[in-house]
């Protein structure tokens, strides 16, 4: 069965520091994954597909398929990253499954 | 242009009541979907259309929930004797396609709540 997991509810790191959101899989075919972000009192939005292997707003994510991981990852956090950030897995070739979702917190 | 609206934005039911949820995807996407979204479940798949093609309903949690879509476009979920734990955010979302390049335009939600 598919599966996707977020293991951190709540990530809080200081303004300038480097963030990782981590996100593991379990999928026996080849995986589409996607990370989805929701700010507060907006839509949920895409935020990047690991088949496009795009940087957006400064985030990357890398599929490792030995480790199925797709960890978010940006360099340098800024206090308007603080959002709601879900991994997505598309199974059946479109329905969504998504992580639980991990909450960041950039302080200043 | 216009994205995915939804409607009504919030809605309170007593238990045991009927409700309806109201969908309008972006002009033109063939695909939609239903998910909810609540406290310690996540963002769960409900159902899912695709122009013509019979939906996908395999995510639909028990009998008492249903959704259908008319003429290709809005969709109405509706679910039955509705119950607490239905209580959660009720998101559609709707691609012009399903492969692994098309984005899904997720709508501002509806709240329910079940009292």
């Known amino acids: 069965a598919q599966r996707v997991t977020q293991p951190e509810k709540l990530l809080s790191v200081f303004k300038g520091a480097p963030v990782e959101l981590k996100c593991n899989y379990s999928y026996s075919g080849s995986p589409e994954l996607f990370w989805y972000v929701q700010y507060s009192r907006q839509r949920l939005q895409l935020l990047l597909r690991?088949?496009s292997r795009e940087s957006i707003k400064g985030f990357t994510a890398d599929l490792n398929k030995g480790e199925t991981s797709f960890h978010l990852k940006k360099p340098f956090a800024q206090e308007e990253d603080s959002a709601m950030y879900y991994c997505a897995l598309k199974h059946s070739g479109y329905a969504l499954n998504f992580g639980k979702g991990t909450s960041l917190l950039v302080t200043p | 242009g216009a994205g995915v609206s939804q409607s009504p934005s919030n809605k309170v039911t007593e238990k045991g009541k009927d409700v309806e949820l109201r969908c309008d995807p972006i002009s033109g996407h063939t695909a939609l979907y239903w998910y909810r979204q609540s406290l310690g479940q996540g963002l769960e798949f409900l159902i899912y259309?695709?122009?013509?093609?019979?939906?996908?309903k395999s995510g639909l949690p028990s009998d008492r929930f249903s959704a259908e879509r008319t003429g290709g476009s809005v969709s109405t979920l509706t679910i039955q004797r509705t119950q607490q734990e239905d209580s959660a955010v009720y998101l559609c979302?709707?691609?012009?396609?399903?492969?692994?390049?098309?984005?899904?335009?997720f709508g501002p939600g509806t709240r329910l709540t079940v009292t």
């Open positions: 979302a709707s691609s012009p396609g399903t492969g692994a390049f098309y984005e899904q335009y």
């Open positions: 690991h088949i």
């Open positions: 259309f695709q122009g013509n093609s019979a939906p996908d």
